[in-house]
């Protein structure tokens, strides 16, 4: 049972929003925000009170001779809806993510493996960029380096639109595959691995880097296979002295260069914080959809079998096909899904 003064809370803070946004007072943008964030919550809520008060309606009609026939025939429908509305009100009340509804910067790199690790990189880029052009993104390429036999040395990608971090934000950890290489001539199933990193993207208020903390150092770019080399030194590499992490950016634009670098940067200063936040709130618990740890293996890909398994959730599918094409929608689902129920057991502890 959700505390009704919890309920009631609610919906005065939605209606303290209604007012100050008419009033035109405050930060105009942040109170759109949490009017956004609170207006379904509330809905929600009526829909729940509106089938308590059905449910009260028709059991005071059951002594009514009446209209008792009625109200024995409404009953078991109205209560048997009771606990998938108030579930719906739960999931709604659960603490969001402040980095849900950004854009994300999704980093793949080949792991063990060799050149078929590159390959397999190369076809966990596709699979995104699939999904994401399903949803309506855009996906705006920041880096990307090709191996010699077309496969992916490391790939680096803003992609923007509607809840991008909260659908994605999951798919980080090591992604292993088994299947027959091309370059395999005697049919053996290999094993290799990429890993994927999804950062919710920061703004400048949200990390302050010192400047003096800032190594930038410019160097000629090359495009796939060594070839476009520019004529003039574009490429930035920036390292960040305190934490060791160097990001590079190789656009034609040196000035557009350095601006994607610092984005990058920003981005894995901004991850290695929530990272760090989230393990001291993990020490008395540990996460069911996994810690987000990059060198947790998180999901194999198996090709002879068109299998695909996540261990996190323990969910197989048998459709590898249409989930390398882009129709990760399942497997997202089931994660989410998995996630809420975590917040649901912690919240009733």
């Not at 059905?54 to 409404?74: F, G, K, V």
């Not at 036999?149 to 990608?157: A, N």
């Not at 190789?250 to 557009?256: L, Y």
Request: charged share 30%; hydrophobic share 40%; proline share 4%.
């Amino acid at each position: 049972m959700i505390p009704q003064d919890r309920l009631q809370q609610i919906r005065e803070r939605l209606e303290y929003v209604e007012a100050r946004m008419s009033q035109g007072g405050g930060d105009i943008a942040a109170l759109g925000r949490e009017y956004a964030e609170l207006r379904p919550v509330v809905e929600r809520i009526a829909e729940l009170e509106r089938l308590r008060e059905d449910i009260a309606e028709a059991e005071t009609m059951l002594s009514d001779p009446e209209m008792r026939e009625l109200a024995e025939d409404e009953l078991p429908g109205l209560r048997a809806r009771l606990p998938e509305v108030e579930h719906a009100v739960q999931l709604a009340l659960l603490p969001r993510d402040a980095a849900d509804a950004r854009p994300a910067m999704l980093e793949i790199r080949p792991g063990t493996g060799g050149e078929e690790a590159a390959l397999f990189a190369g076809d966990l880029a596709r699979m995104y960029q699939r999904y994401a052009e399903a949803q309506g993104w855009v996906w705006d390429v920041v880096e990307e380096v090709h191996s010699e036999l077309g496969g992916l040395r490391e790939l680096v990608v803003r992609i923007a639109g509607d809840g991008v971090f909260a659908r994605l934000k999951f798919e980080s950890g090591v992604h292993r595959v088994q299947r027959v290489p091309e370059t395999e001539s005697g049919g053996r199933i290999h094993t290799s691995a990429a890993t994927v990193a999804v950062l919710p993207e920061a703004a400048e208020v949200d990390i302050s880097i010192d400047p003096n903390d800032l190594r930038v150092d410019t160097m000629r770019s090359s495009g796939a296979g060594g070839q476009h080399v520019n004529t003039t030194d574009s490429a930035v590499r920036i390292t960040h002295i305190p934490s060791g992490i160097v990001v590079t950016s190789s656009e034609k634009s040196q000035h557009r260069n350095r601006e994607i670098a610092m984005q990058v940067l920003r981005a894995r200063l901004f991850d290695a914080e929530r990272q760090r936040a989230a393990t001291e709130r993990a020490d008395a618990r540990k996460a069911q959809v996994g810690t987000g740890d990059r060198s947790e293996r998180i999901r194999t890909y198996n090709f002879p079998q068109g299998r695909l398994t996540d261990h996190r959730i323990g969910l197989t599918l048998y459709r590898l096909d249409q989930v390398m094409a882009g129709d990760l929608d399942e497997i997202i689902d089931a994660l989410t899904s998995e996630h809420q129920a975590a917040q649901l057991a912690e919240m009733q502890d």
